[in-house]
C-alpha cells in the first residue's frame, strides 16, 4: 500500500500529505487513525491534535508557528489559522562541510531555471546525489516526478 502522509520528526504535531488526500480520508498516524476535517493537497500540512489559540505547531522537531484561530485535530494547516513564530536560537560553531545525500530533478525546457544553472548548482554541492532528468517538463514537476521524490525522502528518512 502507497504512503499517504509522512511525519517528519517525532515531536512534530503536524503531518504532511504525500499526495491530494479529500475531506473525510482517514489515514493511519502512528497508533491513532485521524479523519481529515478539510481537502488536504499534496505537499500540504494537517494537525495531528487539537490546537486553541496560542497553542505552539512544531513542525521538523522545532516551533514553526503558534495557532490563532481554535483548529481541531485532522484540519488544513494555512496561513488563516497559524502566525509564525520561532524559538530563540544563539549562533554556533558553524560547520560548512557537509555530505548531505540529496535527489534532483528537473527538465530541459525550463525557461525559469534552465539546465545549465541548475547542473552548475548539483556540481558545487557535495555529498551523495541522486539525479532523474524529466526531458519533457518546464518550470513545473508531472506527478511521477513528486512521487518518486517523497519515496525517495522517505527512503533516507528510514520511513515504512
Not at 497508533?31 to 495531528?48: C, Q, S, V, W
Not at 524559538?87 to 525546457?109: A, H, K
Request: glycine content about 6%; hydrophobic content about 35%; aromatic content about 8%.
Amino acid at each position: 500500500m502507497q504512503r499517504k502522509t509522512l511525519k517528519i520528526h517525532p515531536d512534530d504535531n503536524l503531518e504532511v500529505a504525500l499526495t491530494d488526500l479529500p475531506k473525510g480520508t482517514v489515514v493511519k498516524c502512528g497508533d491513532k487513525e485521524i479523519e481529515l476535517l478539510d481537502n488536504i493537497p499534496g505537499k500540504h500540512k494537517f494537525t495531528l491534535k487539537d490546537f486553541q489559540p496560542g497553542d505552539e505547531i512544531t513542525m521538523f522537531g522545532v516551533l514553526v508557528g503558534k495557532a490563532v484561530v481554535d483548529i481541531p485535530v485532522g484540519s488544513l494547516i494555512t496561513t488563516k489559522n497559524i502566525t509564525h513564530a520561532s524559538d530563540s536560537y544563539r549562533l554556533r560553531e558553524r560547520r560548512t562541510n557537509w555530505q548531505v545525500p540529496g535527489m534532483y530533478t528537473w527538465g530541459f525546457n525550463d525557461d525559469v531555471c534552465p539546465p545549465t544553472s541548475m547542473y552548475a548548482a548539483y556540481n558545487v554541492i557535495p555529498g551523495k546525489k541522486d539525479l532523474y532528468l524529466a526531458l519533457e517538463t518546464g518550470h513545473w514537476t508531472f506527478p511521477e516526478q513528486t512521487l518518486m521524490m517523497n519515496n525517495w525522502l522517505a527512503d533516507q528518512l528510514k520511513v515504512k
